[in-house]
């Protein structure tokens, strides 16, 4: 299987930044889509942002502009890079990896790291 593991949430005041960082490890053997969600209290877990085995990331609206995606495949990881933060991204943050798991394998499975807080204060 796969495990996905996620570090650097915390406590920051508005207009601070954080950096996330999600590792897979486990039976890798390609990694394609690696994304970043949220789910603050009482809402659905939305998508924040999206990056392709290639490189090419997608954004949600709200944090296009602050937030960076990106990745290292030697080291299976994806970053996020958040700057100035606002009270409403306040969350905890979930990495999602779309992975497979061999040279013949024709599918990727999903899977979800067990997420990281972030709470930005006003």
């Known amino acids: 299987q796969v495990q996905l593991v996620e570090s650097g949430g915390g406590l920051v005041q508005a207009g601070g930044s954080l950096r996330l960082s999600c590792t897979a490890s486990?039976?890798?053997?390609?990694?394609?889509?690696m994304d970043w969600y949220r789910q603050a209290p009482g809402k659905q877990r939305e998508l924040v942002a999206s990056?392709?085995?290639?490189?090419?990331?997608t954004y949600g609206d709200y944090v296009q502009g602050r937030f960076t995606i990106s990745r290292d495949n030697a080291k299976n990881t994806v970053y996020l890079q958040m700057n100035s933060l606002k009270p409403e991204d306040t969350a905890v943050y979930y990495c999602?990896?779309?992975?497979?798991?061999?040279?013949?394998?024709?599918?990727?499975?999903?899977?979800w790291g067990q997420g990281t807080q972030v709470t930005v204060s006003s």
């Open positions: 999602r990896s779309s992975v497979r798991s061999g040279p013949t394998v024709w599918y990727d499975d999903a899977y």
């Open positions: 486990g039976r890798v053997y390609r990694i394609n889509a």
């Open positions: 990056i392709t085995n290639g490189g090419s990331a």
